[in-house]
Structure formats: C-alpha cells, structure tokens
C-alpha cells in the first residue's frame, strides 16, 4: 500500500493541499458547466415552447378574421 494511514493519504505527502484544491476546482467547474448547459437548455425549450404558442395563437387569429 502507497500510504501507511488515512492521514497521510489526506496529506499525500505534503501535497494534499494542491492535490485536494485541484479535484475541488476540477468538480466545480463540471458542476458549473453542468448547471450552465442545463439552465442554457431549459431557456431553450421555453423560446421554443413559446414560439410555438404565438404561432398556434397566429393560426387560429387567421382563421377567425376569415370568418369574420
């Protein structure tokens, strides 16, 4: 085994400071790039959902005027 105790895995000698901030940093920024990717898609859907909605609301004010 590389490390005698749970401890000196921590600490990896004398390096667990810049080795644990680096995995703390690298899973942030896949946090924050998974959030940024979900709420992007979610706008998305929404514009798309809407537009959908305006031209349905078109369509049926089209047919309408041509009763009227």
Known sequence: MAFD???EFLQMGKH???????????????LLLWWHCWSTRRKI???IKEFEARRQRR???KTTERVL
């Open 5 to 7: 105790s749970f401890a």
């Open 16 to 30: 667990g400071f810049y080795v644990w901030l680096s995995y703390g940093v690298g899973l942030g920024a896949l």
């Open 45 to 47: 859907v929404a514009g």
């Open 59 to 61: 369509k049926t004010s």
